[in-house]
T-cell receptor, first 110, second 115 residues
Framework: QKEVEQDPGPLSVPEGAIVSLNCTYSNSAFQYFMWYRQYSRKGPELLMYTYSSGNKEDGRFTAQVDKSSKYISLFIRDSQPSDSATYLCAMMGGNEKLTFGTGTRLTIIP | GAVVSQHPSRVICKSGTSVKIECRSLDFQATTMFWYRQFPKQSLMLMATSNEGSKATYEQGVEKDKFLINHASLTLSTLTVTSAHPEDSSFYIC???????????FGSGTRLTVV
């Protein structure tokens, strides 16, 4: 079993829709939870990160962490074609190393 | 925000030759940098942790003699793929920690093709 599971998609939604991206994990030691956006042939770009359980909002993006269920989510409101990319979840425990999901390829259809 | 510059963005080399990839932190010092490789449609896999002034720490299964890492200054880490073979063809990405921020900053990646 992988430490971090993420549905690779692809996921296609119409412009303006709410997008929900999710990851599950098995390692209870993870304390920090990140979401990255990666455009084709580019390095990942950090969108946001949260510590422990709870919600965090930044503009159109909301991250949720439920440590009891080992489940994290990223919601994108009012999705735009420019949001089309691969979204990677990543997690970190005490060793300061990131463990990534496989990424979900998202396409926003105009 | 913090910026990590990675060069080259793309390189093609012949089998048996060595290739060096540079990763620079701009406007901040990075005592720790990380090197990843990513295969198509797969996740980023950590190869090694690069520490300024000391030897790199390699992940299990990564050949340290093949993937030489040097972190000679607080702003520069290099990855050298020695005696490259076609199976080394991949997307290599570095990252650095800016201060105590947990969300590391990534370089733009290097696509290596060995022919």
């Amino acid at each position: 079993q992988k430490e971090v599971e993420q549905d690779p998609g692809p996921l296609s939604v119409p412009e303006g829709a709410i997008v929900s991206l999710n990851c599950t994990y098995s390692n209870s030691a993870f304390q920090y939870f990140m979401w990255y956006r990666q455009y084709s042939r580019k390095g990942p770009e950090l969108l946001m990160y949260t510590y422990s359980s709870g919600n965090k909002e930044d503009g159109r993006f909301t991250a949720q962490v439920d440590k009891s269920s080992k489940y994290i989510s990223l919601f994108i409101r009012d999705s735009q074609p420019s949001d089309s990319a691969t979204y990677l979840c990543a997690m970190m425990g005490g060793n300061e190393k990131l463990t990534f999901g496989t990424g979900t390829r998202l396409t926003i259809i105009p | 925000g913090a910026v990590v510059s990675q060069h080259p963005s793309r390189v093609i080399c012949k089998s048996g030759t060595s290739v060096k990839i540079e990763c620079r932190s701009l406007d901040f010092q990075a005592t720790t940098m990380f090197w990843y490789r990513q295969f198509p449609k797969q996740s980023l896999m950590l190869m090694a942790t690069s520490n300024e002034g000391s030897k790199a720490t390699y992940e299990q299964g990564v050949e340290k003699d093949k993937f030489l890492i040097n972190h000679a200054s607080l702003t520069l880490s290099t990855l050298t793929v020695t005696s490259a073979h076609p199976e080394d063809s991949s997307f290599y990405i570095c990252s650095a920690q800016h201060g105590t921020e947990k969300g590391y900053t990534f370089g733009s990646g290097t696509r290596l093709t060995v022919v």
